[in-house]
Every structure is written in structure tokens, then in C-alpha cells.
């Protein structure tokens, strides 16, 4: 039954209008397309902001150059990124927000995270851990635990991934967004590379293992 309520709830999520029939401000410039990738058996999930233009027009979630390099980040390729048993990708905004006058996207909608983010988390219980990518995926998972800057914030990672931060018992990780815009700062922060990413990694590889080696899967052939 909680699959069949999670499947429901992702598809009112891809039916919504509320950026357009019910905006908080100004509607949203262009037809929603929202994107999300969900399952009730996923461990690992990736909170990220909201969809650029690539991926408003692919309809699947990190089909830009960012994704390419979150792969990277995380060791794994496309098949295990794209397979929602294993990955959820819940971002702030579940729709490409529009840009703003110097070519960048917008914030999040905030329509979305009122809406849905509380259900769909609480509908994903298994959720082991959350990669946390960005100052508004960071502001809505940390609160008020959050630091003042996305460098602070980035930096304490070992005191947010050593604690269950998250009602539930589910662990953080926060990350830098992959954008290649933010080219300099992984120069100017080299110890994210050679600390962070190889922990993040090791945590992925545990969280996507094959489902004959998951708990659940164990029991049933246990008992059969």
C-alpha cells in the first residue's frame, strides 16, 4: 500500500499546476514540466535545486553537463543514476524555473516545497541518506543548522553526515552544486575532491548495491 501511495502522490506531483493556476507570484513563464525520479526502495536521494533548460526539455532529471559531473562526483554511471530502485532525485523545485535578466536560472518555485516535499519525504521512509546540493536543498533539510554560507555549510560536512540530522534517522550530506560555473571554487576548495568525494562515493557504492544484497530481499529468500 505505501507504494501504491507513493506512486500516487509522484503523479499529482507530474500533473501540477500550481506555479500557474495558483502562483505565490509572478506564474511561471511557460508550460510546467515537472521532473522528479522516485521509488519506495531507493536508500540514497539527491536534493538538488530546480531543472535548467536541458533538463526542461529532456523531461529526466541532470541531462546537462552538471549531471555528468555529479556522476563523476558520485562513481557511478548513468544505468545506477537513472534506475529509480536505487537513486531518488527529489530537487527543490520540480520545474524549470525560468531566467532571470543576466541569463541565470531563477530560485526554486516556492509552490513546490509547500506542496509536496513533506508528503513525498514522508512517503520515502527507507531514505538512508541525502545529498544535499545547494543553499536551498541545504536551508529546507538543515534549517536552522544550516551556516551562514554554502562554503560553511559544505566544509562542516563531517559533522552533518556523522549525525542524524533528519527526523527518521536519515543522514546529509551537503555538496557544492556541479555546475561548471562553479569551476573556481572547486580550485579555491581543493579538499572537497580529495575529503569529501571519496567518502561520497563509498557511500553511494552502499547505498546502490545490487537488491540481492539488500535486507529485504535476504528475509524473503530466507523465508522461501
Request: glycine share 8%.
Amino acid at each position: 500500500m505505501k507504494s501504491q501511495d507513493l506512486q500516487q502522490l509522484a503523479k499529482e506531483i507530474r500533473a501540477c499546476r500550481i506555479c500557474v493556476d495558483q502562483p505565490e507570484a509572478a506564474p511561471l513563464p511557460h508550460s510546467p514540466r515537472p521532473v522528479l525520479q522516485v521509488s519506495s526502495t531507493a536508500r540514497l536521494c539527491i536534493c538538488g535545486q530546480a531543472p535548467g533548460t536541458r533538463v526542461h526539455k529532456s523531461g529526466r532529471p541532470f541531462t546537462d553537463p552538471s549531471g555528468d559531473r555529479l556522476r563523476d562526483w558520485m562513481g557511478i554511471g548513468e544505468e545506477t543514476f537513472y534506475d529509480p530502485d536505487q537513486l531518488a532525485i527529489v530537487p527543490m523545485g520540480f520545474c524549470f524555473p525560468g531566467l532571470d535578466a543576466k541569463g541565470g536560472d531563477l530560485p526554486p518555485r516556492r509552490e513546490c516545497r509547500k506542496a509536496w516535499h513533506d508528503r513525498l519525504f514522508a512517503e520515502m521512509p527507507q531514505i538512508e541518506l541525502i545529498l544535499i546540493i545547494g543553499q536551498y536543498a541545504q536551508a529546507y533539510h538543515l534549517g536552522d543548522r544550516r551556516h551562514k554560507s554554502l562554503t560553511a555549510t559544505v566544509t562542516d560536512w563531517r559533522n552533518y553526515f556523522g549525525e542524524d540530522v533528519i527526523e527518521g534517522g536519515r543522514r546529509v550530506l551537503p555538496l557544492p552544486h556541479p555546475s561548471w560555473r562553479n569551476n573556481a571554487w572547486l580550485k579555491k576548495n581543493p579538499w572537497f575532491e580529495t575529503d569529501l568525494v571519496p567518502v561520497l562515493r563509498r557511500e553511494v557504492k552502499r547505498l546502490t548495491e545490487s537488491e540481492s544484497n539488500s535486507p529485504e530481499i535476504e528475509k524473503n529468500s530466507q523465508n522461501g
